[in-house]
């Protein structure tokens, strides 16, 4: 079965551009959360969505960053316009939520290693 | 808030060494507790996780220990390999009775170990 697959892996870009980058989570889940992760923060969790729907946006870092899944098959981050501090490695994972009191594994993409000069 | 505390690295090991990562929690009720790992170039992968007090989660020759009275769960191995270089999260989740599956994670322990 084919894992959470990320596009672009690289993206090289120029402060001031829209960047977007793209997730196709495992098929069956019905969760997606998008993740950025740098030296200096760690990794922070962006947004997550369950159902398609945006369940917890408090970790988007501002105006500039916005997310959208259109359908169960694929999510989007952009970015707009980008800066040199965006650049980190974002990573998307998907997983399986039900109703019941129980945590179920996250399954993490390769991530997209975003470069703003 | 819920937090995560893990010790800092990077920890240099040789190989078949002991190894022991810690991680505390900070949590407003009983949150179920994770390590994940991430190997060179890659995305997070669950390692082993641990759901109430006392349960011990355990994977790939890792343990680590739900332990309530201390708020803790340290990850040990009693051999390790160079194949087990890689940064290991401590993340906890609560559930709400809705089960969202929200991590938060620990800032990451880079494990370095050598032949």
């Known amino acids: 079965d084919a894992g959470v697959i990320q596009s672009p892996r690289h993206e090289v870009t120029e402060m001031g551009q829209e960047v977007t980058l793209r997730c196709k989570p495992i098929?069956?889940?019905?969760?997606l959360f998008w993740y950025r992760q740098t030296m200096m923060r760690g990794l922070e969790l962006l947004i997550y969505?369950?159902?398609?729907?945006?369940?917890?946006d408090s970790g988007m870092p501002e105006d500039r960053f916005s997310a959208k899944m259109p359908n169960a098959s694929f999510s989007t981050l952009k970015i707009q316009p980008s800066e040199p501090r965006d650049s980190a490695v974002y990573f998307c994972?998907?997983?399986?939520?039900?109703?019941?009191?129980?945590?179920?594994?996250?399954?993490f993409g390769p991530g997209t290693r975003l470069t703003v000069l | 808030g819920n937090s995560v505390t893990q010790m800092e690295g990077p920890v240099t090991l040789s190989e078949e060494a002991f190894l022991t990562i810690n991680c505390t929690y900070t949590?407003?009720?009983?949150?179920?507790l994770f390590w994940y790992v991430q190997y060179p170039g890659e995305g997070l992968q669950l390692l082993l996780k641990?759901?109430?007090?006392?349960d011990k989660g355990s994977n790939k020759g890792f343990e680590a220990t739900y332990r309530k009275e201390t708020t803790s769960f340290h990850l040990e191995k009693g051999s390790v390999q160079v194949s087990d270089s890689a940064v290991y999260f401590c993340?906890?989740?609560?559930?709400?009775?809705?089960?969202?599956?929200?991590?938060?994670f620990g800032t990451g322990t880079l494990l370095a170990v050598q032949p």
């Open positions: 994972a998907s997983s399986w939520t039900s109703g019941k009191s129980s945590y179920n594994e996250q399954f």
């Open positions: 098929s069956g889940h019905n969760s």
């Open positions: 969505f369950n159902n398609n729907v945006p369940i917890d």
């Open positions: 949590a407003t009720g009983y949150p179920s």
């Open positions: 641990a759901t109430k007090a006392d």
């Open positions: 993340a906890l989740s609560m559930n709400y009775g809705g089960a969202t599956n929200k991590l938060i």
